[in-house]
Structures are given as structure tokens and as C-alpha cells.
């Protein structure tokens, strides 16, 4: 595999922090947190392929997976010749930087991911619960689809971004999950990767794992179990659902901070 680096954008001079996005906002999502983190590090924002191919009118590649984004990260921190780095990841993004860090432990200095859809960790821990298979039905569902408003807003409920009812196309990142819905279409991906315990339990990289309050039953279990897992691994709760560390950014980059000064004796 020897993909072409994912689109990014590369601010502020000092260590690098390496910021990867979610499955339908995208790397516009980082730019408030980018902005600050700017005055003393260097921060590198990364596109998802999934987004890139959505906006471009592309469709997706038959063998469109988990490896796909990682082995781009890869390839994208190679190009900007980064040895070891500190890894963010919101949501898909936080899935897709767990699994670099298992499969690269070397080049993550520490991992912070806000709820990631990390499923074959409830998998391996045997929590299917109903609610764990009802997602991954709902998500298979509209595999290879062309996904409609209505998918698009079931989809946000499940996600924990809303309730049913709400007035979604009064929120600020309407037209952005608008535009970007088709991505919706390759969640069923998520499901189909495959990681082990054994693997989680001997990364010695530090992880904050960080779930809202509100937030789905299947989310907040795998960012308990991240956190109670990984050797060096801590749970942050922030007030709010999916989307806690935009509604609570200025907590969120205390706490990142913090956290990124932790070196692994």
C-alpha cells in the first residue's frame, strides 16, 4: 500500500501536533483549536480521504477502509519528515488515529481521541450489547447508498450530535454535513476493521480518551474501555454530547495541554 499523503494545511513553528478530523465535518473543524495551539506549536491539520473524494464529486474505492485513512496518515507524515508527534482525533478521525498508534507506536508521542468510533473494542471486551448491534445495522444500511437529508439526520442522532426533532438546519454545521453527507456512506467500513486488546494493552503511548456526558450508550463504552485498557491511559468527561470539545474548547485545550506534557518513563 503506498497511498498519496491526505490534503493538509501546516501552521505555527514547534513541536508538531497532528490533528485528525471527523467523518463529516471535516479538517474545518480543527481550525478554532489550530489558531491557538499555533502560538507555540506546530499544528498540522489533515483532510480524511473519505472528505477529499466526497468534495471532488469522486466516488469510493472498492477497498475503501480503516486502512485506507491510516496508511495516508502515514504517508503524510512521511512527507512532512515527522519522527514522532503528538496524535488528535475527533470521532472517524479518532478511530483512524487509534489505529495508527497501535500499528506505528514509535512515531505517537501521545494520543488523545474524542469518542472514537472504535467498535472492535466493545467487539473484543464482548459488550455487543443491542444497542452496539443496532449501529452497526443502521450504519451497513445505507452502505454504497446515496445518502438523503433524512439519512443524513438519523445518522447525527445516533452520533449523539442531536435529538430527533431537532432544528438541525439552524446549527452551525449544517451546510458543512450537508455537503459532506455522501461520507456517511462508507461508515459501514468502520465495522469491518479488526484490532486486538493484546495490542491496546501493550501501546505505551499515553492516551486521554474523552467522552460527553450526553453522549450514545456505544460511544461513551469505548472511551471507558480506551481509557481503562491502554497502560497509560485516562478518561476525560466533558459536559455535552458528541461534539464536547468544540462546546467545551477552551477545557479541552487545558486539559490537551496537560497531557501532552506527560512523558512515558
Known sequence: MNPLPLLHDVTGVGEPIVMVPGGL????????????????????R?????????????????????????EALRAT??????????????????????????????RVRTLTVIEPPAFWI???????????????????????????IADL?????????????DAFESMPGWPVWVRNRQSIA??????????????????????????????????AAISEDLAEQAPHGRLLELPGGHACHIQNMDRFLVALAAHTAVVVA
Not at 25 to 44: C, H, K, M, T, Y
Not at 124 to 144: I, K, L, M, N, P
Open 186 to 219: 462508507t461508515n459501514g467500513t468502520i465495522w469491518d476493521y479488526v484490532d486486538s486488546l493484546d495490542r491496546l494493552r501493550r501501546l505505551d503511548v499515553p492516551v486521554l480518551a474523552v467522552k460527553g456526558s450526553e453522549t450514545n450508550d456505544v460511544l
Open 25 to 44: 465535518s471535516g479538517w474545518q473543524s480543527w481550525i478554532p483549536f489550530a489558531e491557538p495551539l499555533a502560538n507555540d506549536r506546530q499544528v498540522i
Open 77 to 106: 507524515v512521511d512527507r512532512l519528515g515527522l519522527t514522532s508527534f503528538d496524535l488528535v482525533g475527533w470521532s472517524y478521525g479518532g478511530h483512524i488515529a487509534l489505529a495508527f498508534a497501535l500499528e506505528y507506536p514509535q
Open 153 to 165: 439526520k438519523d445518522f447525527l442522532v445516533r452520533a449523539g450530535l442531536g435529538q430527533p426533532g
Open 46 to 70: 489533515v483532510q480524511l480521504r473519505s472528505i477529499e473524494l466526497v468534495e471532488a464529486g469522486q466516488s469510493f474505492p472498492s477497498d475503501y477502509g480503516t486502512l485506507t485513512e491510516r
Open 122 to 148: 466493545m467487539r473484543e471486551s464482548g459488550r455487543t450489547t443491542a444497542s452496539f448491534r443496532q449501529h452497526e445495522a443502521e450504519d451497513r444500511a445505507v452502505a454504497g447508498r446515496e445518502i438523503t
